[in-house]
Nanobody
């Protein structure tokens, strides 16, 4: 059974940093590209960042370029999203997404507020 479990969300002040994680199971993690999406209150879900199976190729939304970094550890079946210089508009539920199997995690809430 393909499963994605996110963790690491929380409350952080503007300008702060946070790293969220997504642990995958039920498939050969190292073979597939992974992505992070987010959904803010009242808005549609949007792509934040994506990463190839090897980790060599990445893609970022313009709104997070230079602040967020997606990475993966294939030995740990985990994909990460390092978020720096956080802004209130980054507040959202962040979802891990497995493109090939069209599978979502349950989400982790990130709140940026003073």
């Amino acid at each position: 059974q393909v499963q994605l479990v996110e963790s690491g969300g929380g409350l952080v002040q503007p300008g702060g940093s946070l790293r969220i994680s997504c642990v995958a199971s039920g498939f050969t993690f190292s073979v597939y590209a992974m992505s992070w999406y987010r959904q803010a209150p009242g808005k549609e879900r949007e792509l934040v960042a994506s990463l190839s199976s090897t980790g060599r190729n990445t893609n970022y939304a313009d709104s997070v370029k230079g602040r967020f970094t997606i990475s993966r550890d294939n030995a740990k079946n985990t994909v990460y999203l390092q978020m720096n210089s956080l802004k209130p508009e980054d507040t959202a539920v962040y979802y891990c997404y497995l493109n090939y199997f069209n599978t979502w995690g349950q989400g982790t809430l990130v709140t940026v507020s003073s």
